[in-house]
């Protein structure tokens, strides 16, 4: 009974989130609301339904396991937030098993996962607003923003990994949570943006901690003005954040930060690592090594191909990867035009793009896993793409352009003839005259 008082509960939050950015009744508006409904009723699919080879994804059986030792554990000792030091099986992905380990606790023990899923849909119904709310602010028509924020968030893979407890809606909410804030404060300073920003880095820390090295960089991009038609800004900024990069990595603090990038990288690309990555039917063994990144690069952004054979999840996959082909084509066209209008929002989302596509392909081992750690790097590729139509920019000065051809082509006003000055003669003199 609960269960189903936290799935209003969250509702609730979300009729609120959409009232308050005005856009109930609206089309975007009916879609979230939708959308929230549609993953919960997906749930029992995820739950029942062999989508990849191996059925329900690994993290989702496991979140709700130690969502249920935390629960177990807080009503022994009491309430704290759970981490690696209280069981090491948890590692670095703590936020989700605490926040679904509360909605369990609160439920008097009892499994909630409807509850979850609720939560996850929630997170993603923020994400799909905020992208929409962010492709407008860039200046893509209210159109564009609606199609493509559609489109995207009801893709296979999204609509999959939101409707159980998968961390990606959240993973998903803090990314362009903290890369969107970066850019509006790039744009326009704002102090609630800026909190926004640093809530969601923390939070990101402890859903997917690397991820927040990443969405970093467009904060420095914004900040540091390689954007900007000078050169003094970004010669000074690089400057400046080598000094404190210096003086950080010098400290124990630094050396900390250091010893977890070295030994997530090691971890992640370890043999023994991509081997057990590998398991299941989308399985790709592939070369290790610097040489080998071309072809990591291929199989990170473009599998699954659409020729290859597989489970229901990979060919529902092909979905989502040809979106994608479509989104990369779109963004390429975008950032033709972006360079010349907006380099600052340019360079800061290829900034999270880049690098992030770097780093899983030096992780590719299994295209199922692949189609759901990109996520990240398709939403922000699809926020590029949103630019490639025509934006509202464009059609203003399209429309300014037509007035000015118009008016040139009626040519100048046409003028009264003028008449001759004096009053008119009677008739009868002129008469007399003519005689």
């Not at 399209?398 to 001759?420: D, I």
Request: aromatic share 10%; hydrophobic share 50%; net charge positive.
């Amino acid at each position: 009974m609960i269960g189903i008082l936290f799935i209003l509960v969250f509702f609730g939050i979300l009729i609120a989130v959409v009232s308050s950015a005005k856009e109930l009744g609206t089309t975007i508006g009916s879609y979230l609301i939708a959308s929230f409904v549609l993953r919960l009723m997906l749930h029992w699919v995820a739950r029942n339904v062999a989508f990849f080879s191996h059925g329900l994804g690994g993290d989702a059986m496991t979140y709700e396991y130690f969502a249920q030792w935390i629960s177990e554990q807080w009503t022994m000792h009491g309430i704290k937030f759970m981490t690696a030091a209280d069981n090491e099986l948890i590692g670095a992905t703590s936020l989700p098993p605490n926040l679904f380990g509360l909605l369990i606790y609160m439920n008097g023990g009892q499994k909630a996962p409807l509850a979850c899923t609720a939560l996850v849909a929630l997170a993603l119904c923020v994400t799909a607003l905020n992208f929409f709310k962010l492709a407008m602010e860039l200046g893509a028509r209210r159109n564009v923003a609606t199609g493509m924020t559609m489109v995207l968030f009801t893709s296979p893979a999204l609509l999959f990994y939101t409707s159980d407890m998968y961390k990606d809606g959240l993973v998903l909410m803090f990314v362009l949570g903290a890369v969107g804030s970066a850019i509006r404060v790039s744009r326009k300073f704002s102090l609630t943006d800026v909190l926004i920003g640093v809530v969601c880095l923390a939070a990101l820390w402890f859903v997917r901690f690397y991820l927040v090295f990443l969405a970093t960089l467009p904060i420095l991009i914004g900040y540091m003005g390689f954007g900007s038609r000078g050169y003094l800004r970004p010669i000074v900024s690089v400057l400046a954040v080598t000094v404190v990069f210096a003086f950080v990595l010098q400290s124990q603090q630094g050396a900390n930060i250091k010893t977890t990038i070295d030994g997530t990288f090691t971890m992640a690309t370890d043999k023994a690592t991509l081997e057990g990555n590998a398991l299941g039917g989308s399985a790709v063994m592939l070369d290790q090594g610097i040489g080998s990144l071309p072809i990591r690069l291929v199989y990170t952004l473009f599998s699954p191909f659409p020729w290859m054979g597989g489970t229901l999840g990979l060919q529902l996959g092909k979905i989502d990867t040809i979106m994608f082909y479509y989104f990369m084509v779109r963004a390429v066209v975008a950032s033709r035009k972006l360079v010349k209008t907006d380099r600052a929002t340019l360079l800061s989302l290829l900034a999270f793009i880049i690098p992030c596509t770097i780093a899983y392909a030096f992780t590719m081992a299994n295209m199922g896993l692949m189609l759901r750690q990109r996520l990240p790097i398709v939403v922000m590729v699809a926020l590029v793409a949103t630019l490639s139509w025509p934006t509202r920019d464009d059609v203003a000065r399209a429309q300014e352009a037509k007035k000015r051809r118009l008016a040139a082509a009626k040519g100048p006003a046409p003028t009264e003839r003028p008449r001759p000055s004096g009053r008119p003669k009677p008739i009868a003199a002129l008469s007399r005259e003519q005689a």
